[in-house]
């Protein structure tokens, strides 16, 4: 042997075998190149559409809770036997709240007007109920100062402090009881007046419209009252929102927690039937994609199996072509779904823009399952593939028969 040919064979020696075993992947790939892309197609589609659905469950999801949201609260707390709760209730739950979502405490008493007819009013913080209850039609809300007239420009000679005007925000029904032409009236509880004059009114078509609501402030001077509810709107899933829920009842043991059902069953009912549409169409294009795969790698085992038996003849063991097998279905998923990912993304941001008018988010963290589904799909479908594979008989096939 040359000396030539013995470098040859010594550099060909050190070449690892992962080379080796990477080159028969490309070879095999570009020498079935229309196998190989038909299959890719299939991937790529199954994955871009799992992809959408995905990234467009996870963004709807997060709009439809923020949405909810703005409905009010979906957790209500109240004093046992109709009891007052502790002055400091309200800053337990935005503990136990931490940032996840917006609370409100609210007072409640029966008062009457100048005419004697009964009529509730409630206390209330007007920022945080203007942040809780968005779905409340409001004219005008009152603003966090100490009097309308000294807002206005003081108070005449002849008025007392104790006579100063006090924002409220009226009911539209019981505007129509207490100010028909938008005067300021009086309002008496055990024997205190409480001088009040409306800046806005409101209108739910609930109890709101029967109310007047005065800040909470001004309703505990007044009243002597301290709030018996506090309204929640907590975000999250619903084993998050059952959470605060436990936790407000060990934070509050005077308190009754209570959840809002008609806000908490409408919201996972949507959120069921959402999750089950997208689920069973990204189901459905992937049992067809593996449908498809599974067709080409079949092909690829009969076109091939002269390869196999060969590979056999030469010592080549059944447990490395089963690998070498799933290593290509392997690549092929993986090189699926990173195609399909980069598609899919752009079909949800399509998608939020026609139908929903709103930006969707790429979500980053529907790549691993989009992958691992990917690759999932291809290496099942090669079950059967390998499962053929074994049965070839090298003497059977290298004799033609």
């Not at 934070?251 to 959402?274: C, H, S």
């Not at 003849?313 to 990912?341: C, K």
Request: with cysteine; aromatic share 6%.
């Amino acid at each position: 042997m040359s000396h030539s040919a013995r470098d040859l064979a010594a550099s060909r020696a050190h070449v690892p075998h992962t080379s080796m075993f990477l080159r028969m992947l490309v070879r095999a790939a570009v020498l079935r190149r229309g196998r190989a892309v038909s299959a890719l197609f299939a991937m790529v589609v199954a994955a871009a559409v799992t992809t959408a659905m995905l990234n467009l469950y996870v963004d709807v999801q997060a709009k439809l809770r923020r949405e909810f949201r703005n409905y009010g609260a979906n957790i209500i707390v109240v004093g046992k036997d109709g009891a007052s709760l502790p002055p400091d209730a309200l800053a337990h739950v935005d503990s136990v709240l931490a940032g996840r979502g917006i609370a409100a405490s609210f007072g409640l008493v029966v008062a009457r007007t100048s005419d004697g007819q009964p009529i509730v009013v409630a206390g209330a913080d007007f920022e945080r109920v203007r942040q809780l209850d968005r779905w409340w039609s409001v004219s005008n809300w009152p603003s966090e100062v100490p009097t309308l007239r000294q807002a206005q420009g003081g108070l005449s000679r002849a008025e007392s402090p104790r006579e100063m005007r006090h924002p409220a925000l009226v009911g539209v029904r019981a505007m129509a009881v207490v100010a028909p032409k938008n005067q300021g009236f009086d309002l008496s509880f055990q024997g205190r007046i409480l001088h009040v004059s409306p800046v806005g009114t409101v209108q739910t078509g609930a109890a709101e419209d029967s109310r007047i609501y005065v800040s909470l402030a001004d309703f505990v001077a007044w009243t002597g009252v301290q709030p018996s509810t506090i309204e929640v709107a907590a975000s999250g899933s619903p084993e998050e929102v059952a959470g605060i829920m436990n936790q407000l009842t060990q934070a509050i043991p005077v308190g009754e927690v209570r959840p809002v059902r008609q806000i908490m069953e409408g919201e996972a009912r949507v959120l069921g039937k959402t999750r089950a549409t997208l689920l069973a169409a990204a189901a459905l294009i992937i049992l067809t994609a593996a449908l498809c795969v599974l067709s080409t790698l079949m092909g690829w085992v009969f076109d091939r199996r002269r390869d196999f038996a060969i590979m056999k003849a030469l010592g080549a063991s059944g447990r490395l072509l089963n690998g070498f097998f799933a290593a290509e279905a392997a690549v092929l998923g993986a090189t699926g779904a990173l195609i399909g990912f980069v598609v899919g993304i752009g079909i949800a941001a399509w998608i939020g823009r026609v139908n929903f008018h709103a930006p969707v988010v790429p979500r980053l963290s529907v790549l691993p399952v989009v992958l691992a589904g990917s690759m999932a799909v291809t290496l099942l479908s090669a079950i059967l593939p390998i499962a053929l594979l074994r049965r070839v008989q090298p003497a059977v096939i290298l004799r033609g028969e």
